[in-house]
Structures are given as C-alpha cells and as structure tokens.
C-alpha cells in the first residue's frame, strides 16, 4: 500500500461523467494499481456524488464502474489504521466528516463511543456505504475481478448488478474479524442460507454462484463486460420518464424497509461496535498495528494458505500462489 503522502486525491481516484443526451452518468473507480482500495475520501466523494446525480435532472442511469481488472478489494486498511493509531495529522473526526478544525472532541480511546461512532456512520448514506440505498434514479453496478468489501456492498445495494465470469465476490473481514457492517442487507440479497456460508467459511462466491443465489442479474465474459452494462443502461435510459422511475423506486425502497434494510443497518453496527470484546482463541489472523507494521499483505497471504485452494481470497493463491488480495 502507498505510504500515505502518495495517495491520491479523492478526484483522482473517483472519476465523474455524464451524458446529457444519454442522461447516463458514470462513476469510475481509477486506482487499479492499489486494486481500487477506497481512502475515506474517496468514499466521501463517492456518496457526494451519488446524492448528487439523484437530484441532477440531466440523469436518469448511473452506472459505477472501475478501470483496470478488479471493480475493488475494499477500503485502504491501512489508512483507517493510521487514523487510529493517530499517525500523521488525520484524525477520526475526519471519518465522520467533522472538520478536522472543528471545535469537537471526538470520544476518547477505551470507551464504547470510540469504535462504535465511527462503525455506526456507517448507515448514514454520506458515508458512502450506503448511499445507494437513498438513490432515486436507477443504479447499475459493473462488476470485474476482485468485489471485496466496500465494493461489496455496492453490489448488494445497486438496482443491477452485471458481473464478469472471472469475479469473486465477498468480505475479507469474515476471515479477520468476523463482521462486517450491513450484514442483513447481503442476507437479503443472496439468502440467508447462502450468506452464512459464506461468513462462516469465509470464502467467496464466484460470479456464477452469485447469479445462481439471483444477487447478479447477468454473467459474461471480460471483454463482453462494458458492452453489456452499456446494453443495460441504454435500456434503463430509454424506458419510462424519470418522474416514473422516482416512483418505481420509492415502491422498492418501501420494500425494503419493510423488509429491516435501514433497521438491519442500525443492528449491524450495534453488533460490529462490541469488535473489541471479543477475543481470539490464539491462532487466528487478527488485523492490528502490529499485523500491518509486520507486513499485512504477507500475512493476508499465509492466513489465505490455511484454508483449500479453491476457497481462497486472491487469485493467486486459488491457483496456489498468492498476491495479497483481500487486505483492504
């Protein structure tokens, strides 16, 4: 990971089109280099936008995207570990988004107020977690290589999800932690059934077994990818008005409400937020200062090795090597 004067702005790593003509706006995610690892920023832009284009009258279609081969592994762990660790001049207000020369104390280390303040942001759509839920126009996500994490929960929240063959989808966190915010949302995307396997092995899903639990709506080949989201946004683009789809969404969104998707939010991070009670039986990886400071990619990988081949998180290391996948 870039050490963290290198690491680019916000606008660098989240890119910004639209077409009037189309009304199709596009977010692109461009930090392949670092598998697309979101800084707090960077998600910050990202639900500024997304709040952005559902009011812009000029869209009707957003469709989030990414260069490179990997839609993302998740967040830039190491980043929220400085920040924790309070190294260099970014605080955990700054997560939160309080400015950081805001006249407010952030609750002290030891406390529950701690962790949980920070965790429980989370369901607040300007986070950037889930902002897609409060978004009234119509959301494709295009899925490639690597979904973990953050990345992950854009698939469980946009309307369409278009998925090349070679993706893996799922959370790293459920190997290293155990929790992940959100959780009922995925329980109502893939089903529970499924969904605990996959928390409780830790392994993730390929794009075809995602599609076969109906959390994708389409599967093809990698060079088939951009031409089919394209397919699939023109279609949205040129059907019903956009005060029509307002409505269409507003019916999905008293859905899912019904169904606990905010309530599910709320519970997830009450759950997450008592992370620092709980206790490792000795072996296990444990994400830490000390895991990053020792090498966190290495011990990704050696943790990876642990578990069969075919249920590992890098591609890599599916096919038994390994390139540190996962880590964010």
């Not at 077994?209 to 279609?235: G, I």
Request: charged share 30%; with cysteine.
């Amino acid at each position: 990971m870039a050490e963290a004067s290198r690491r680019p702005s916000a606008e660098e790593i989240v890119l910004y089109e639209k077409d009037p003509d189309t009304r199709i706006a596009t977010i692109t995610l461009d930090r392949a280099d670092e598998l697309n690892a979101m800084t707090v920023e960077a998600q910050h832009r990202y639900a500024d936008l997304v709040r952005q284009a559902s009011v812009d009258d000029d869209v009707k279609v957003l469709v989030i995207r990414a260069n490179g081969p990997n839609l993302g592994s998740g967040a830039d762990l190491p980043e929220l570990m400085d920040i924790m660790a309070r190294r260099g001049d970014t605080t955990m207000k700054h997560i939160v988004r309080i400015p950081e020369d805001a006249d407010v104390e952030y609750p002290r280390t030891g406390t529950y107020r701690y962790g949980a303040t920070n965790v429980q942001f989370y369901t607040d759509p300007s986070a950037g977690m889930r902002s897609l839920q409060d978004f009234k126009k119509i959301s494709i996500l295009e899925v490639r290589g690597y979904c973990y994490g953050w990345h992950f929960y854009q698939a469980a929240d946009a309307d369409i999800v278009i998925s090349s063959e070679d993706a893996l989808f799922g959370h790293a966190a459920f190997r290293y932690a155990g929790f992940a915010a959100r959780q009922w949302q995925w329980c109502s995307m893939m089903g529970v059934r499924k969904f605990m396997e996959m928390v409780f092995t830790g392994r993730p899903f390929t794009a075809r077994e995602m599609y076969d639990c109906d959390f994708v709506n389409a599967v093809v080949p990698f060079d088939e990818l951009e031409a089919m989201t394209a397919k699939y946004a023109l279609a949205c683009a040129c059907s019903r008005p956009t005060d029509t789809v307002f409505v269409q969404k507003t019916f999905f969104e008293i859905f899912k409400q019904a169904q606990g998707e905010y309530m599910g939010s709320i519970l997830s991070g009450l759950l997450e937020s008592t992370g620092r009670l709980l206790r490792p039986d000795g072996d296990e990886l444990e994400i830490n200062r000390e895991t990053l400071d020792r090498g966190l990619t290495g011990a990704v990988r050696d943790n990876d090795d642990r578990f069969p081949p075919e249920w590992r998180l890098s591609r890599r290391g599916r096919d038994g090597d390994g390139d540190g996948a996962g880590e964010a």
